[in-house]
């Protein structure tokens, strides 16, 4: 089969060298875009007299009618075509003649590849960004249902301090919602133009690139045509934030497999939601985080694979380029069904109350509060700490906790305890009174859920 470009070449190319430059078995994602690319561009060309508006109108008609045959699974995608931009003009020509041959007026495609990708991630970003607010959702739906559970806060993987278990969920609340707007953020810059910088130096023909841009929705157009053809920052900034969001997905996974162990048994993921052993009968093993924590590698990698392919790439489009697809491809479809089964995950867990309230009984987390006791009844903080420490160490000793030991007991330790102390040990207490801004008080998450709400309204 000959070759949109064969005019200058005197023999086949190498198969091997075919099927190794090809793109078309991943970039054929891209078939939407191409056309809305090439649906502007010739709407463009004929809206500036660069060719006869009858030519662009069955170029028009052409490309809708090969997009009805994409929208079918009509379209045989070829490799001897190489990539989506060739395959899509060789149907062109195909299906309406010689004429076809004239969407490519102006254009390369270098700037062409460039805008699909632009137009692509426009679509993901803009997905991805609900798909977010769904696990936002879920997590909102379990915390309101949890502000009064109390959980065991930890640092060091020590208990810490007990907290609202919805105080706990609510953290990841946040963690998306700076992920949303770093989302949000980036479509500014995806939002930038390619289209109408040819090769690499512009084109010679009277192109309007306002009228494409203004066609494809997009806010600034680059206004330097060899950083247009080689930009891909966009790309970076898309793979380093879907890096993040597994991150963040990455942490409340491994939270979830902690906390469905035996050991912790704080909730309990539902049925549907895990999977079984092939030789241990009783197991239900956490699949799911477990997976989701384990993709994040890949959405790292990709990220990696795409800064080290542009590392010392120099101006403008080099072939090494086309590498910027799979991976960009592979974040968003790993993104796409991690958040798609967090959400439901999340929703159908079972928490644990009685399970989280018997470890709270059982741990010395409310010890920072007896030291806050005894500053307010004058003693200065270090010493106080130091107070504690041997009352903690003395209950280790004689196997008792804090509320178990006698009023005799504390005086040993200091004078100025009494009786009230045990109202400050209760756990409902140590929560309630953490009641700064942020803080983990019923009153306070409640602002903090109400806060939450709001930002998913907006
Ligand atoms: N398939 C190519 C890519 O994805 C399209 C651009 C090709 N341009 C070129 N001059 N070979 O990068």
Redesign the pocket.
Known sequence: MSKLWGGRFTKETNKLVEEFTA?ISF?QKLAKEDIAGSLAHVQMLGECGIIPVEDAEKIKNGLLLIKEKVDRGEVEFLVED??I?MNIERQLIEEIGPVGGKLHTGRS??DQ?ATDMHLYLRTKTTELITLVEEVQQAIIGQAKEHVETLIPGYTHLQRAQPVSFAHHLMAYFWMFERDKERLLDSLKRVNWLPLGSGALAGTTFPINRGIVAEQLGFETIYPNSMDAVSDRDFILEFLSIGSIIMTHISRLSEELVIWSSQEFQFVELDDSFCTGSSIMPQKKNPDVPELLRGKTGRTYGNLIGLLTVLKGLPLA?N?D??ED?EGMFDTVATLEGSLKLLAPMIETMTVRKDVMRKAINNDFSNATDIADYLVRKGLPFREAHEVIGKIVLYSIQSGKFLLDLTLDEYQQFSTLFEEDIYVVLAPEHVVAVRNSFGGTSPEQVREQIKLAEGKLEQ
């Open positions: 793109s970039d190489e990539d931009h495609r270098n590849v489009y072939k380029l086309q697809k």
